[in-house]
């Protein structure tokens, strides 16, 4: 790691590796969001050559959040405290341009290097061949975004239904004004009800948002990082007659389209429920 | 497909579910399939009988017997489907119940005479009419024209691709060729033998005689049975020789067949050139995401409809796995090249899906999106009402390629990005996306459906409630869709009752052009099926006749 900056401490941030010409959209959409405008996002890059020759990558700065860019190698432990992964609260790791149709195992053992830093990180990890995804689950990979699998599964979803493409366009998107999905925890107060509850009373008091789902996650996996893949929350769109009735716990969150993540959904079913 | 659904659960439910025709739909079952073609069997055997009881008279009882055990079944069908129809008041005047009254009608009239309770029928000639009317039945037929039809291609299909598998053709010459010679031959030789020499004496002697020595000549070579003339022995020393070309070329063809049986095992079967496809779907192109769009596509489809891959190696293509690649087919060939689209029957497909080429040499992604723009407009030229899928490396494209109507183009890479920051956003958001966007079993999918009738007027709050406390289907209503017909899903609103949707309240109440964005495990099947949506293939997955 050499020639770079001294940084101020910060928290809560974004460290992007292995920047490539995704870079730029990505930085650009997380800045979109309105909740999110002031996420700071540190770039880890390794190739400088590469990167100050492709300036169409470089993000345009917001205005609001700060981009800062380091040149060393995400392995060195130097390189990511810089970052300061330790108090990151998501880290991005692309393919790296240089490494082709391989990338994949350079940038997994990224994401375990930055796990062991910090397990508290959210790691997300961009793939190339979706053969590979099936090796990433015992890494502790939090999330897997693959190209060629999201090509794949828009053909088929346009083929079947036209136009369908044009709703995952609108959903993915960060920007004001387009709907997104949201994963808000389950509060205390509507703790036992069941989806068809939930729903019901928010569709009665015309919430803001449409219910579509839930994921019912183990208590432990609130609590503890070790080991958190091998607990598999199991999440339920579209939940059948059984699924609807199925009482909810604080643990277990909901799956919801909205514009904005609604401060409290509780509020919504309650209103929705009238007084008891 | 099921054998039966057990979500209808009540003996008449399932009862009707086994009745109903089968319709290629999710929700049809095996049990039905099954019962169709019992019927349809039953109905051919009844409608033989009636030309066998007049050419084999002696066998008229036992004919007589198969005629009341047939009836007897389509009294039963008849009291089935009347006890599982949804108006059972009204059933018996419906026009496939009708048909099936007119079906049983003759037979039972004639049983009538026979126990003397009518004398309706009590003329010989009238008799005979009453049987001659239980032809009618064939308008049983009516009811599975939709199976008949799909049978007719699928047993087409299979036969023209068995045909160019065993190179019928050239085999068919061959027999041909083999057949006059031996014809020309023993005819010949019979009349050299029998004018030149002994007329009742030799082996050529007798007409059929000569036939079954000539054929022992032309396929064994065993001459031990020598013509007694000169011009009988040259005769034969002709037909020997060319049996052994017909020997030789025989055998060169059937080790041609399984040589090439064993070079193309493992890959995808070739479009034989005068098989025609119908309802399919195109995929032109082909890249490493070839195999999973076909997976996906067939996942979606369930095995119904054919896919026709078009590429320039075509013939190298393999089949991953057997089971999903039963109905796929390859045609080798350029896009670019208008035959090569005709004779993938593009005018009769459903829709067509444009893969990216695969990198080559000094490729640009700008070289990948001409070549794909290039095949979609040769597509378009060649069929401008069929639905289009083009997946583009670069969105820098996307601009000059919406000028396009009808054609849906997808960047990978767009959404990629964009969900990478979903993920950042929303931790575990991107499962949900995967479920929303893969064709499984246990997963939903968005699916745009017309106003259901009874909802037409109503709020999309009560939609919203008509959608959760229907058990029998689980479907969430997300949004609404009020887009022309021609640009499906390019004006429509997610979670419309929020204020960023920019739809009021008021405007709210669902309109018969409206469409619904659901969430559903399948092609929702309550729904009435727009007919202008068959006729557009906005529908693939349901194909009830309206």
Redesign the interface.
């Known amino acids: 790691m050499t020639q770079n900056p001294v940084i101020p401490p910060l928290s809560g941030h974004?460290v992007i590796c292995n920047c490539n010409?995704?870079v730029r959209?990505?930085v650009e959409?997380?800045h979109k969001?309105t909740?999110?405008k002031h996420r700071d996002v540190v770039l880890l890059i390794q190739d400088r050559n590469l990167w100050q020759s492709n300036p169409d990558w470089h993000p345009r700065p917001s205005g609001v959040a700060k981009v800062i860019t380091l040149y060393g190698n995400p392995f060195d432990k130097e390189c990511l405290d810089a970052a300061c992964i330790k108090d990151a609260?998501?880290a991005?790791i692309?393919a790296d341009p240089n490494q082709g149709q391989l990338a994949d195992a350079q940038s997994t053992l990224m994401a375990v290097a930055i796990e062991k830093q910090n397990p508290q990180v959210?790691t997300?990890q961009?793939l190339i061949l979706?053969i590979n995804r099936d090796h990433l689950k015992a890494m502790n990979v939090?999330?897997?975004?693959?190209?060629?699998?999201?090509?794949?599964?828009?053909?088929?979803?346009?083929?079947?239904?036209?136009?369908?493409?044009?709703?995952?366009?609108?959903?993915?998107?960060?920007a004001?004004?387009t709907?997104?999905?949201?994963?808000p925890l389950m509060e205390p107060a509507i703790s036992g009800m069941s989806f068809?509850e939930i729903?019901?009373y928010c569709?009665?008091v015309?919430?803001?948002?449409?219910?579509?789902?839930f994921?019912i996650s183990p208590p432990e996996t609130l609590f503890t990082r070790e080991g958190r893949n091998m607990i598999k929350?199991s999440?339920l769109?579209?939940?059948?007659?059984t699924?609807?009735d199925l009482r909810l716990s604080e643990y277990d969150?909901l799956?919801i389209?909205?514009?904005?993540l609604p401060l409290s959904i509780a509020e919504y079913v309650l209103s929705g429920k009238g007084p008891p | 497909m099921k054998l039966l659904n057990l979500k209808n659960s009540s003996l008449r439910s399932t009862l009707h579910e086994i009745m109903e025709p089968f319709q290629y739909s999710e929700s049809s079952t095996r049990a039905s399939l099954f019962m169709d073609l019992f019927i349809i069997l039953c109905i051919l055997i009844s409608c033989l009988l009636i030309p066998a009881e007049i050419i084999f008279p002696s066998h008229k009882n036992f004919f007589w017997v198969l005629e009341i055990i047939i009836t007897t079944i389509f009294i039963v069908e008849y009291g089935l489907r009347w006890y599982s129809a949804s108006n059972r008041i009204t059933y018996p005047f419906t026009v496939y119940a009708l048909i099936d009254f007119i079906a049983i009608l003759p037979t039972v009239l004639v049983l009538a005479e026979g126990l003397m309770i009518f004398s309706l029928a009590r003329s010989v000639r009238l008799l005979r009419l009453l049987r001659l009317l239980r032809l009618l039945r064939l308008l049983k037929f009516i009811r599975y024209g939709v199976l008949i039809f799909r049978l007719l291609i699928d047993f087409r299909i299979c036969v023209s691709t068995m045909r160019e598998k065993t190179r019928a053709g050239q085999l068919e010459k061959i027999f041909i060729y083999t057949l006059i010679t031996w014809v020309v031959g023993s005819n010949l030789i019979y009349f050299t033998e029998s004018h030149l020499n002994h007329p009742t004496w030799g082996p050529y002697a007798g007409y059929w005689q000569s036939y079954w020595n000539t054929v022992i000549i032309l396929f064994s070579g065993i001459e031990d049975k020598a013509p007694l003339s000169l011009a009988g022995r040259i005769e034969v020393t002709v037909l020997l020789i060319a049996g052994i070309c017909f020997a030789g070329v025989i055998t060169g063809e059937i080790v041609s067949i399984l040589v090439r049986h064993m070079q193309r095992s493992g890959k995808i079967t070739l479009k034989p050139p005068d098989s025609k496809l119908e309802r399919h779907i195109i995929i032109i192109g082909q890249n490493k995401h070839l195999h999973n769009v076909i997976k996906q596509v067939n996942a979606a489809l369930k095995g119904r409809h054919y896919i026709l891959v078009v590429c320039r190696n075509a013939d190298e293509l393999k089949a991953a796995e057997p089971l999903i690649y039963k109905k796929v087919m390859a045609l080798q060939g350029d896009a670019l090249d208008s035959r090569v689209l005709d004779k993938a029957n593009l005018n009769d497909a459903l829709r067509v899906v444009l893969l990216s080429s695969n990198f080559r040499a000094g490729d640009s992604t700008q070289d990948i999106d001409n070549r794909t723009l290039m095949k979609t407009l040769a597509v378009v030229g060649k069929n401008h009402n069929i639905p289009i899928v083009a997946e583009l490396q670069s969105e820098s494209n996307l601009h000059s390629a919406s000028t396009l109507d009808g054609v849906e183009f997808v960047v990978s890479r767009l959404f990629g990005e964009r969900l990478a920051s979903q993920a950042v956003l929303n931790p575990g958001v991107t499962e949900v996306y995967d479920s929303l966007m893969t064709f499984t079993d246990d997963s939903s999918e968005f699916y745009t459906i017309p106003v259901p009738k009874d909802l037409i007027g109503k709020t999309f709050k009560d939609a919203q409630i008509f959608f959760l406390d229907l058990d029998e289907e689980a479907i969430v209503l997300a949004g609404i869709d009020r887009s022309p017909p021609n640009r499906p899903t390019t004006l429509f609103k997610l979670s419309p009752y929020s204020k960023k949707s920019g739809i009021m309240t008021a405007d709210l109440r669902l309109h018969e052009r409206d469409r619904l964005i659901v969430i559903a495990y399948e092609q929702p099947t309550f729904s009435d099926v727009d007919i202008n949506d068959l006729w557009r293939s906005n529908i693939l997955s349901w194909e009830q006749t309206t």
Do not use: M, W
């Open positions: 974004v010409e995704k959209a990505i959409e997380l969001d909740a999110q609260n998501a991005i692309l959210h997300i961009e979706s939090d999330e897997v975004v693959c190209l060629g699998e999201i090509s794949e599964k828009l053909i088929a979803q346009s083929c079947i239904t036209p136009g369908v493409k044009n709703i995952f366009e609108d959903l993915l998107t960060t004001e004004g709907p997104q999905i949201f994963l068809r729903s019901r569709i009665q015309e919430a803001p948002f449409i219910i579509i789902g994921i929350n999440f769109v579209n939940p059948k007659k699924g609807k969150k799956i389209i909205a514009y904005d």
